[in-house]
């Protein structure tokens, strides 16, 4: 996946990117999210960025946070707050600052919950975002309540195996337009049905706002060869929502985090 031809089709993909239609972006549905809840930033510890994040629902309810995948921002998950939040949950769709190692995102995850007052937290994680999940409930156990999985992976050895861990001490010196593009190379571009369309779409233009180092960050920790083995976590407290359509995800990946969790709600979706 990450040899020098992969690598050098990658980069000559970007200037052939076909312009985009903008349908989610344009909708009135994420124009009305965009008018209701606010886009704040935080910095919570020594890393120079900060965390990015949507909040809606009251606050004296738990807290559930949703972190999204490798080439999300806090941005993709803004249905989850537009649904819920109206219906009395309290909600928070964020975007972590780059963090290179799994001890690095801990102790940032640990800031960001102290400064927006929440002990205890039920987390919705998709692909990257859903491992991250696993690895902060394995090292913080009493602070996460109970897990939400959406195509991830409990292991990111198959991704360092395939290449991505030869890469990973290259990536944060990786030019923007390189790292954009390795990170969009598992969508599917030519998708037909006008919903996966929208969506590949909308996850590109959410791609575009990421900095160098969100970008060289989320392809070190998505590569990195690491799992949650010791999370302890009940399986009647851990949900899998796993997409039926062609998804990045490895298929050896959805098989390994159904058996971990063997006795876990499941929800399958297809558009």
């Given at each position: ?66 972190l999204p995948g490798a080439s999300g921002a806090a941005e993709t998950m803004f249905r989850q707050i537009a649904g819920l939040c109206p219906k009395g ?183």
């Amino acid at each position: 996946m990450l040899d020098s031809t992969s690598l050098f089709s990658a980069f000559s993909s970007v200037s052939s990117t076909p312009e985009k239609k903008r349908t989610i972006v344009t909708s009135q549905e994420f124009k009305a999210f965009k008018a209701t809840y606010a886009l704040k930033s935080i910095a919570v510890d020594l890393n120079e960025g900060e965390w990015r994040y949507y909040e809606g629902g009251p606050k004296n309810v738990p807290l559930l946070l949703c972190l999204p995948g490798a080439s999300g921002a806090a941005e993709t998950m803004f249905r989850q707050i537009a649904g819920l939040c109206p219906k009395g949950y309290r909600v928070i769709a964020a975007q972590f600052p780059p963090y290179f190692t799994i001890n690095e995102f801990v102790v940032g995850m640990d800031g960001f919950l102290d400064a927006v007052q929440a002990n205890e937290v039920h987390i919705f994680g998709a692909s990257l975002g859903g491992f991250l999940a696993q690895q902060y409930c394995l090292h913080r156990p009493k602070r996460v309540v109970s897990l939400i999985l959406c195509n991830s992976f409990f292991s990111t050895a198959s991704f360092s195996k395939a290449g991505g861990g030869m890469m990973a001490p290259v990536y944060q010196y990786m030019p923007s337009l390189l790292l954009k593009s390795l990170l969009l190379s598992s969508f599917d571009q030519a998708a037909t049905h006008p919903d996966l369309a929208d969506a590949v779409e909308f996850v590109t233009e959410q791609v575009d706002g990421l900095g160098q180092g969100d970008m060289a960050s989320r392809m070190t920790l998505n590569c990195g060869g690491a799992d949650c083995a010791g999370l302890r976590l009940p399986s009647d407290r851990v949900t899998l929502i796993d997409a039926l359509d062609k998804v990045a995800r490895p298929q050896v990946l959805r098989e390994e985090l159904a058996a971990r969790y063997a006795g876990a709600r499941t929800a399958h979706c297809r558009v």
